[in-house]
């Protein structure tokens, strides 16, 4: 003990109360880190800021973490601040220098001034915690100094610059894993079955905070795993609502989940730029919380949204910097995870501020989210499927929430953009089922006769011819057509579009004949509706010239598919999609009329064309190599085309999978050139 100014300083000495651990509380592996940091000073006598969201756990691993070294005597003075404020760390401080200083008669920053300098120079082992800081500034002129004897540990929600650095390292703290997760709610809930542990903790995103306050709220009243998470499940229930109330909360908590972040919130939306950052985290909720494109943020749907919001008399001009920005500070506040291309935002963090938006608060959002994405959706859509995927499962998270917005009055074009993309991705089998579930909400939300339910319907028709069954496409094409023709007449661009699909399945169903006499019917239409040179009438004339050839008659296919491609060339370009489909079609007819040769040449131009435009493994790129290589054995070349056809099947395995129709294709190509070799 030191005799000091006539009272004695017994050692070791505590300043401050450190918090009592959490019933529970999980050994995890950021721990072994700390502990190091007190084990030997020198390099390790860093300062350790632990920062992450509100409810990770930052508060519980700092006191484990003290409690750790005072119980093991491994420090002669611990002092715990609660650093919210700079007053608070002022008078920890001045407490601090009370306990070992003759300090009696001095101010509180005079005190603690002379407390930083005794730190200094001591020969004495301490560690100051500085817990829940929430402004950086705050501990200017404060920080505790860098000595082999003194370690410095600081919880925070905060990430700035300002906190990393030189003698400060931080330390991201995140939820629990998938097993500390199960094994705290297996202590808590010692009778309920591992899998709905493992499910609960799921639901809950691994989220400590709510794990503990989501046990003592089913515990409370009397409910088991499964019945709290159907609760969970119901999205008309607030998240306040499935949590304990303030007075009811376990391990001292200070808020509810609910709560936690709102501080927080506001503390990044008073950054500059003001008043952005909590109207993107509002738009940030409706998405997928595994990853949102940085990019669908800067999108004139969200900037132009943004512009005219009040945002308190801020008039300064929303623009993609000041986007940026904003989405920043929402990262400095740990309330989001901003990567070079993903934003990520936690599950709960996410229903807790949809919690506070109004019903058309919530619908208004969607629909500007929802114009974001289609804004940001690539067409053509390249083999990029991590990319389609995360634009596909953003849209369906949107969907989810306010499920009827996006079907509001009609159906949404992001919706059908999604299932698009599943079959122009090679995914015609996924693209019918979603096709098919979405009917079955139009028909709920719209009506039978609703224009919107009647396209839904159509592209169930569609995506099943390429999945493989024209025959049931048939048979959906043409109940489609029946009541666009009762509903919208025989003239409208969507009955049109009917007939040109169903006489196109016609052939595929082994009809070409029949074909033919459809498609010139529906060009007859087209061209008096719409005109020669509408791309709609376009694709009627290159069908026809297609099925032409599959009839019997594979010059005239090559004659009027040549025209095809100059008008095609002259009103679309020459490299959108449909003129590469022609071109293809060109040199497909141009072989089977006698001149393999020129359509290998042809083909090897339109596949340059196809890894330029769409890349190597889109679906259309895969077909036109596929294509080649039969051209290539039909020109003499069979060697060649086997090897170029494994080479392709194997991609298309890879890409598209075995059941795939386009890889079908060239299994049958292969088994029959390696038959014919053993003959």
Aim: proline letters at 6%; hydrophobic letters at 40%.
């Amino acid at each position: 003990m030191t005799i000091n100014a006539g009272r004695v300083v017994r050692w070791p000495h505590r300043v401050g109360v450190v918090p009592t651990m959490a019933d529970g509380y999980r050994h995890r592996r950021i721990t072994t880190e700390l502990e190091q940091a007190t084990a030997g000073g020198g390099a390790a006598a860093l300062t350790r800021v632990l920062s992450g969201l509100g409810g990770v756990g930052k508060t519980q691993l700092a006191a484990a973490h003290a409690h750790h070294v005072w119980s093991r005597q491994r420090v002669d003075l611990l002092v715990w601040v609660t650093a919210a404020t700079r007053q608070g760390v002022v008078a920890a401080y001045a407490q601090g220098a009370y306990g070992v200083l003759d300090t009696a008669d001095e101010e509180g920053e005079q005190a603690a001034t002379r407390f930083l300098a005794w730190l200094a120079t001591t020969d004495r082992r301490w560690l100051i915690v500085l817990d829940d800081l929430r402004a950086p500034a705050d501990l200017t002129g404060l920080w505790p100094p860098a000595t082999p004897t003194g370690t410095v540990l600081v919880t925070t929600r905060r990430r700035d610059a300002a906190l990393a650095g030189g003698e400060r390292r931080l330390l991201d703290v995140d939820v629990f894993t998938p097993g500390e997760a199960t094994a705290y709610l297996r202590h808590k809930l010692p009778h309920e079955p591992v899998d709905q542990l493992h499910q609960l903790a799921a639901d809950l995103g691994h989220l400590p905070l709510a794990l503990a306050q989501a046990t003592a709220y089913l515990t409370d009243r009397g409910l088991d795993c499964a019945a709290y998470r159907a609760r969970l499940a119901d999205r008309q229930r607030a998240l306040a609502h499935l949590l304990p109330e303030p007075e009811a909360l376990p391990d001292e908590h200070r808020a509810t989940v609910a709560a936690t972040w709102w501080l927080s919130i506001t503390a990044a939306d008073l950054l500059h730029p003001r008043g952005l950052a909590r109207p993107l985290l509002e738009l940030a909720a409706m998405l997928d919380p595994n990853g949102t494109p940085v990019g669908l943020f800067t999108t004139s749907a969200i900037t132009d949204y943004l512009s005219g919001l009040d945002r308190g008399g801020n008039a300064e001009p929303v623009d993609r910097e000041a986007v940026a920005d904003a989405l920043r500070n929402l990262h400095r506040l740990s309330l989001v995870t901003h990567g070079a291309s993903r934003l990520q935002v936690h599950a709960l963090v996410q229903r807790a501020t949809r919690d506070q938006l109004t019903p058309g608060q919530l619908d208004t959002a969607a629909r500007v989210v929802a114009a974001a994405l289609l804004e940001l959706w690539p067409d053509p859509e390249r083999d990029d499927p991590a990319g389609s995927q995360v634009l596909r499962a953003n849209t369906a998270a949107l969907y989810e929430h306010p499920r009827q917005a996006l079907l509001d009055l009609h159906c949404h074009a992001v919706l059908f953009r999604a299932g698009r993309s599943l079959g122009d991705t090679g995914q015609p089998a996924a693209a019918v089922a979603y096709f098919t579930d979405l009917h079955t909400d139009c028909l709920r939300v719209l009506g039978p006769d609703h224009p919107d339910t009647l396209t839904v319907l159509h592209n169930v028709a569609q995506w099943r011819g390429e999945a493989g069954d024209p025959a049931g496409a048939v048979e959906v094409f043409t109940r489609v057509l029946t009541e666009q023709l009762r509903v919208l007449g025989p003239d409208h661009p969507d009955t049109l579009t009917t007939r040109n699909n169903l006489a196109y399945s016609q052939g595929r169903a082994g009809d070409p004949a029949g074909a033919v006499e459809a498609f010139i019917q529906v060009l007859a239409d087209r061209l008096r509706v719409m005109g020669p040179d509408h791309p709609d009438t376009l694709s009627t004339r290159n069908n026809l010239a297609y099925w032409r050839g599959a009839a019997g008659d594979p010059a005239g296919a090559v004659e009027s598919l040549r025209q095809v491609l100059a008008d095609r060339s002259r009103v679309l370009g020459p490299d959108h999609r449909h003129t590469l489909s022609t071109s293809s079609n060109l040199a497909y007819w141009r072989g089977a009329a006698g001149d393999p040769a020129g359509a290998v040449e042809s083909l090897q131009q339109v596949l340059a064309d196809y890894l330029r435009v769409l890349g190597p493994d889109h679906p259309h790129t895969l077909t036109t190599r596929r294509n080649l290589a039969y051209w290539r054995s039909e020109a003499g070349d069979r060697a060649g085309a086997v090897e170029a056809t494994e080479h392709v099947l194997a991609d298309q395995l890879r890409v598209l999978g075995p059941g795939h129709p386009d890889t079908l294709v060239s299994r049958r190509n292969l088994a029959r050139w390696r038959d014919n070799d053993e003959g």
